[in-house]
């Protein structure tokens, strides 16, 4: 598909392409494809109050109802999976199947959120008190503030606004400013299912902001936005994280991982391989659960890594939108600036590198491709802390299953983990209480690719955060407790006696 089609199959016409203030690079050439018109402090608290309207209306509608709004939704998504794909791959470097895979994760939470529009419910709970009823119920929390990340451009999004949007809440969404046009997209496709739905959902129930950080700021420190959920770097997250507590609003953190795979004497080398090579290299190793680190047994080392290094010299990088490429472009300049530092400090403390160059800049002189690199570290470090945001996979070795446990955790994230074993003890003490640390702890697959149906997000600097599937369509309501008394006494909780006879 050629850009223009794209823009046109997405009605990204010029009135929202051309003339604005925030130029729009796509990573695969390093081409300015448009200019979109960033929105004022102004017109963002016109926006925040229309939500907070939108929200009074929507509450109102039967879930079961604002749940045939996201059918429509991804019933939609299913017709621009391509188009919306493409976009994907064009505006952040992602190549092609994982932009659509992207897009397919939006239809599965669509999918998930229609079955939740009619599972919302809450419990029965007995009552110390004759003829008493106790009850909680889950109500519409109202405006939810999305804040994403470049590399999840759309997925991040409708996961959010899915179940935000079943749950009785509106939305606003404060895309990266690296990625506006996906966003811009997107809205376009909302305001479709909008039109098919019918004029029970008010005009303003899901709204976009394109601003940079001051814009993701200004709806953070609103207190007309009781949900905050940001997606983004640790650094971000602990900023925003903290501003919210201090209007005591409340905050869903999706933030940075420093995944680990641990391979096993037994494990099966050729499904660890895959695990370990997908998890590493794909997205530019552009992914929250990227496979950043290794720890393989002894006694498989010298059959695992070898294949490892030849897999690592020999992967196709190239334009995303190129069917035989597996690794597009790193997001931007900085990004590879990032990368090579990272290389540098592992060079100085004894790290063997292989790859880590740029590439194909003759081809692309303003985009920025690169070698995936695996550094092999042999010296004393026997642990990598940082979050490097680009294709670096650090390999060591291990002797002792509890140590490379206790080392995979000793890193400030806990996103994704993942360990290769047919050993079914070592499987269950990884998935244990003294296993893996992380929100996620797979056995026998990769740290990256993770289903719609569980809760996703992780611990400690990853923010604590859970979205998507499981219980995680709480977190955008209000919890309830209601008691109700059909008797003609009014007894008092614990037994207390408040006499009045006297009065
Ligand atoms: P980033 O932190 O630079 O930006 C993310 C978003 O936050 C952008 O929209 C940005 O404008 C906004 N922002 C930045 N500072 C802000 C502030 N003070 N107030 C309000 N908004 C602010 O992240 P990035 O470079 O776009 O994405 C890469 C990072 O995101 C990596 O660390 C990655 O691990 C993480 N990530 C995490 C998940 C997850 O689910 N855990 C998913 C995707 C990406």
Same mark, same amino acid.
């Given at each position: 598909?050629?850009?223009?089609?794209?823009?046109?199959?997405?009605?990204?016409?010029?009135?929202?392409?051309?003339?604005?203030?925030?130029?729009?690079?796509?990573?695969?050439?390093?081409?300015?494809?448009?200019?979109?018109?960033?929105?004022?402090?102004?017109?963002?608290?016109?926006?925040?109050?229309?939500?907070?309207?939108?929200?009074?209306?929507?509450?109102?509608?039967?879930?079961?109802?604002? &749940?045939?709004?996201?059918?429509?939704?991804?019933?939609?998504?299913?017709?621009?999976?391509?188009?919306?794909?493409?976009?994907?791959?064009?505006?952040?470097?992602?190549?092609?199947?994982?932009?659509?895979?992207?897009?397919?994760?939006?239809?599965?939470?669509?999918?998930?959120?229609?079955?939740?529009?009619?599972?919302?419910?809450?419990?029965?709970?007995?009552?110390?008190?004759?003829?008493?009823?106790?009850?909680?119920?889950?109500?519409?929390?109202?405006?939810? &503030?999305?804040? %994403?990340?470049?590399?999840?451009?759309?997925?991040?999004?409708?996961?959010?606004?899915?179940?935000?949007?079943?749950?009785?809440?509106?939305?606003?969404?404060?895309?990266?400013?690296?990625?506006?046009?996906?966003?811009?997209?997107?809205?376009?496709?909302?305001?479709?299912?909008?039109?098919?739905?019918?004029?029970?959902?008010?005009?303003?129930?899901?709204?976009?902001?394109?601003?940079?950080?001051?814009? &993701?700021?200004?709806?953070?420190?609103?207190?007309?936005?009781?949900?905050?959920?940001?997606?983004?770097?640790?650094?971000? =997250?602990?900023?925003? =994280?903290?501003?919210?507590?201090?209007?005591?609003?409340?905050?869903?953190?999706?933030?940075?991982?420093?995944?680990?795979?641990?391979?096993?004497?037994?494990?099966?080398?050729?499904?660890?391989?895959?695990?370990?090579?997908?998890?590493?290299?794909?997205?530019?190793?552009?992914?929250?659960?990227?496979?950043?680190?290794?720890?393989?047994?002894?006694?498989?080392?010298?059959?695992?890594?070898?294949?490892?290094?030849?897999?690592? %010299?020999?992967?196709?990088?190239?334009?995303?939108?190129?069917?035989?490429?597996?690794? =597009?472009?790193?997001?931007?300049?900085?990004?590879?600036?990032?990368?090579?530092?990272?290389?540098?400090?592992?060079?100085?403390?004894?790290?063997?590198?292989?790859?880590?160059?740029?590439?194909?800049?003759?081809?692309?002189?303003?985009?920025?491709?690169?070698?995936?690199?695996?550094?092999?570290?042999?010296?004393?470090?026997?642990?990598?802390?940082?979050?490097?945001?680009?294709?670096?996979?650090?390999?060591?070795?291990?002797?002792?299953?509890?140590?490379?446990?206790?080392?995979?955790?000793?890193?400030?994230?806990?996103?994704?983990?993942?360990?290769?074993?047919?050993?079914?003890?070592?499987?269950?003490?990884?998935?244990?209480?003294?296993?893996?640390?992380?929100?996620?702890?797979?056995?026998?697959?990769?740290?990256?690719?993770?289903?719609?149906?569980?809760?996703?997000?992780?611990?400690?600097?990853?923010?604590? &955060?859970?979205?998507?599937?499981?219980?995680?369509?709480?977190?955008?309501?209000?919890?309830?407790?209601?008691?109700?008394?059909?008797?003609?006494?009014?007894?008092?909780?614990?037994?207390?006696?408040?006499?009045?006879?006297?009065?």
């Amino acid at each position: 598909m050629k850009i223009n089609e794209i823009f046109s199959s997405l009605g990204l016409d010029e009135s929202l392409t051309q003339g604005g203030d925030l130029p729009v690079t796509s990573p695969i050439d390093g081409a300015v494809i448009a200019n979109v018109k960033m929105h004022s402090s102004a017109e963002i608290e016109q926006k925040i109050d229309s939500a907070q309207r939108a929200f009074k209306q929507w509450r109102n509608v039967p879930a079961p109802r604002r &749940g045939e709004l996201i059918r429509l939704f991804g019933n939609i998504l299913r017709d621009k999976k391509e188009a919306l794909g493409a976009l994907v791959s064009l505006e952040c470097g992602k190549i092609f199947q994982e932009g659509m895979g992207e897009v397919q994760e939006m239809i599965d939470i669509c999918d998930l959120a229609v079955g939740q529009s009619r599972q919302l419910f809450g419990l029965n709970i007995a009552s110390e008190r004759p003829s008493h009823k106790m009850r909680e119920f889950w109500q519409p929390l109202g405006p939810v &503030g999305v804040i %994403s990340a470049f590399n999840f451009p759309v997925a991040v999004w409708s996961w959010n606004t899915a179940m935000a949007v079943v749950c009785g809440d509106s939305v606003l969404w404060k895309p990266s400013e690296k990625t506006p046009l996906t966003a811009l997209a997107c809205q376009n496709i909302f305001a479709q299912a909008m039109e098919e739905f019918g004029d029970d959902a008010p005009q303003d129930l899901v709204q976009l902001i394109i601003g940079e950080k001051a814009a &993701g700021e200004q709806m953070v420190a609103s207190k007309k936005m009781p949900l905050i959920s940001a997606t983004g770097s640790s650094a971000m =997250g602990r900023i925003v =994280g903290t501003q919210v507590a201090q209007r005591f609003g409340r905050s869903l953190l999706e933030l940075g991982g420093n995944n680990a795979i641990i391979v096993a004497p037994s494990a099966d080398l050729s499904i660890a391989f895959q695990g370990i090579f997908f998890g590493s290299v794909g997205t530019c190793g552009q992914r929250c659960t990227t496979t950043r680190r290794i720890f393989v047994h002894d006694s498989v080392y010298d059959e695992l890594v070898p294949q490892l290094k030849s897999a690592y %010299s020999k992967v196709k990088i190239g334009n995303p939108l190129d069917e035989n490429a597996l690794v =597009g472009p790193l997001i931007d300049k900085d990004s590879f600036d990032n990368m090579q530092k990272a290389l540098e400090l592992a060079k100085e403390n004894g790290g063997e590198i292989i790859g880590g160059e740029r590439t194909l800049q003759d081809q692309y002189p303003d985009a920025y491709y690169v070698k995936p690199a695996l550094v092999e570290m042999t010296g004393d470090v026997n642990n990598v802390k940082e979050e490097t945001f680009a294709p670096i996979l650090y390999v060591f070795k291990y002797s002792d299953l509890d140590e490379a446990i206790e080392r995979q955790n000793d890193v400030p994230q806990g996103l994704s983990s993942a360990i290769f074993t047919k050993d079914v003890l070592e499987a269950e003490i990884f998935t244990s209480e003294c296993g893996s640390d992380c929100g996620i702890a797979n056995v026998n697959i990769g740290t990256s690719g993770a289903e719609i149906g569980g809760a996703f997000g992780g611990e400690k600097e990853t923010g604590g &955060g859970r979205e998507s599937g499981s219980d995680a369509w709480k977190v955008y309501m209000r919890r309830m407790t209601s008691t109700l008394n059909y008797s003609k006494e009014l007894p008092l909780a614990q037994g207390i006696k408040f006499d009045l006879s006297d009065l």
